[in-house]
């Protein structure tokens, strides 16, 4: 099975901020990576796929990059409705695997 | 507008058996893999199973794998999972999701409690 590491676990911020979220494979998946955001009382919403394909109505302060085992999704300046926790996914292999997610909150 | 609905969450002694469904709408149901998705309360994801667009194909974790079924009736649109001899670690919320790769799209979800 391949495990998903992201870092930080959680991240404090104020709106505005840049933002960066790690995620790391423990073996190659290629670009096949998706990101996701839950906010509370929320099913996840897909933000990415293919590691840096912005889903249907995802804002383009989103972006994905990496490739292989090291991932990053990047929120280039975070608004109020980002405070979340983001998950990625891999889909290279079965079972399909999620990080531990990162928290982004409120500084 | 994409929607899935679940149905069939509750609460379930250890070793019972519970139907999850799942109602989608607004795309063509036989066109798209399925899959569960289950969320401990407060914690993380897990991928639980996923099918083939012709119900002929599916992958199980191993964690319910020879307990769980998932299929399908596209004739009338819906999505199943039947859990057999659950266990307390079965408690989750249980979302549907279009993909079997990704999930595009979620439903509400539906809560699961094993207990005594």
């Known amino acids: 099975e391949i495990v998903m590491t992201q870092s930080p676990a959680t991240l404090s911020v104020s709106p505005g901020e840049r933002v960066t979220l790690s995620c790391r494979a423990s073996?190659?998946?290629?670009?096949?990576l998706a990101w996701y955001q839950q906010k509370p009382g929320q099913a996840p919403r897909l933000l990415m796929s293919g590691a840096s394909t912005r889903a249907t109505g995802i804002p383009d302060r989103f972006s994905g990059s990496g490739s292989g085992t090291e991932f990053t999704l990047t929120v280039s300046s975070l608004q109020s409705e980002d405070f979340a926790v983001y998950y990625c996914q891999q889909y290279n292999d079965w079972p399909r695997t999620f990080g531990q997610g990162t928290k982004v909150e409120v500084k | 507008e994409v929607q899935v609905v679940e149905s069939g969450g509750g609460l379930v002694q250890p070793g019972g058996s519970l139907r999850l469904s799942c109602v989608p709408s607004?795309?063509?149901?036989?066109?798209?893999?399925m899959s569960w998705v289950r969320q401990i309360p407060g914690k993380g994801l897990e991928w639980v199973a996923n099918?083939?667009?012709?119900?002929?194909?599916?992958n199980y974790v191993d964690s319910v794998k020879g307990r769980f079924t998932i299929s399908r009736d596209n004739g009338n649109n819906s999505l199943y999972l039947q859990m057999d001899s659950l266990r307390v670690e079965d408690t989750a919320v249980y979302y549907c999701v279009r993909g079997g790769w990704y999930a595009v799209y979620w439903g509400q979800g539906t809560l699961v409690t094993v207990s005594s």
């Open positions: 099918i083939k667009e012709d119900g002929r194909e599916t």
């Open positions: 607004g795309f063509t149901f036989s066109n798209f893999w």
């Open positions: 073996q190659s998946v290629s670009s096949k």
